[in-house]
């Protein structure tokens, strides 16, 4: 990305140490920022960057940045989704395979010395109802590999008009009445904060299966460990947690109590967790960086 951007004449600096305030001194020489998703940029700093004219995201999330008032500033917003959307689609079929065929157990087992074939018997895909919300390039992605799987696919979104060959756009309403699968696709916003709880868990007619490769808290875990344990849902794969900005390791040492529906998570058999690694990928790292550059010399 840097040796691309060079080549076209702009010049640069990495920084991966500095403190917020150590760069919020200096950022007013900038033009253009280039960030993960664990750099926050907030009003402080967006009003000491007097001369900045964009803020690049590698990654797909704007969760970090106070978009409206970079926006009233005039600064443009560039992410990357279409750089790890394959991936995050891959990874979340992975998901759902790998608890639909029992893999995480059937391995464990064979591994312990135990042989169980009734116990592990898988469901299959096929004629399979999967209801995905957010229908964006996550969304999309993952209903493209699912189509080869011969499973019905709905999409709900709050933008009109964006069902395809690949899913069917539905209500809301629709899609908890006929879905076998849940899968989140959606940023989380005020409006997809604490989404799947209680309420809307018991909005669905059959038990289901979730999987969430998108924002850890637009799940209230204990909501959900509380239908794990009733069956209303019947496994989940999560490759995000509400606790994982914590300081996730944290909370497997003596001197900080770990949550107890984690607890629940890490000890049930029908749950796979993943440390947020969906769009994570050796390809992925490369299609994001040209996706940004593609974006920053079309500015
Ligand atoms: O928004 C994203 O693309 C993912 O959550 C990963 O972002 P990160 O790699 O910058 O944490």
Not at 25 to 31: P, V
Not at 222 to 249: C, M, P, Q, R
Request: with cysteine; net charge negative; charged share 25%.
């Amino acid at each position: 990305m840097i040796e691309q951007l060079k080549a076209a004449g702009h010049t640069n600096e990495e920084d991966y140490t500095s403190t917020k305030e150590e760069i919020e001194a200096k950022i007013d020489q900038y033009e253009g920022v280039v960030i993960r998703s664990r750099f926050k940029i907030d009003k402080q700093f967006l009003d000491a960057a007097t001369n900045l004219k964009f803020i690049a995201r590698v990654g797909a999330g704007l969760e970090s940045i106070d978009i409206p008032y970079a926006e009233s500033k005039g600064i443009a917003l560039i992410a990357a989704p279409e750089g790890n959307r394959n991936a995050v689609g891959e990874h979340a079929l992975g998901m759902l395979l790998m608890l639909f065929n029992k893999l995480k157990q059937a391995d464990a087992e064979v591994r312990s010395g135990q042989w169980n074939r009734e116990k592990n018997r898988g469901l299959e895909l096929e004629g399979k109802t999967v209801g995905l919300i957010g229908y964006g390039n996550m969304g999309n992605a993952f209903s493209k590999k699912l189509k080869g799987f011969d499973c019905e696919v709905l999409c709900y979104d709050i933008r009109p008009d964006l069902g395809n060959e690949n899913a069917t756009q539905v209500s809301l309403e629709e899609l908890q009445q006929r879905a076998d699968v849940l899968s989140l696709h959606t940023p989380w916003t005020p409006l997809t904060d604490k989404m799947v709880n209680t309420e809307f868990i018991n909005g669905f007619k059959k038990p289901f299966w979730l999987i969430n490769t998108a924002r850890g808290k637009s799940v209230v875990t204990a909501d959900l460990t509380a239908a794990l344990k009733s069956g209303k849902i019947l496994g989940a794969g999560l490759d995000v947690l509400e606790y994982e900005k914590l300081s996730f390791e944290n909370l497997f040492t003596a001197t900080e109590q770990m949550p107890e529906p984690l607890q629940y998570l890490i000890q049930a058999e029908n749950v796979v967790l993943t440390p947020h690694i969906a769009g994570w990928t050796v390809e992925s790292k490369i299609k994001l960086a040209q996706t940004i550059v593609d974006k920053i010399l079309a500015l």
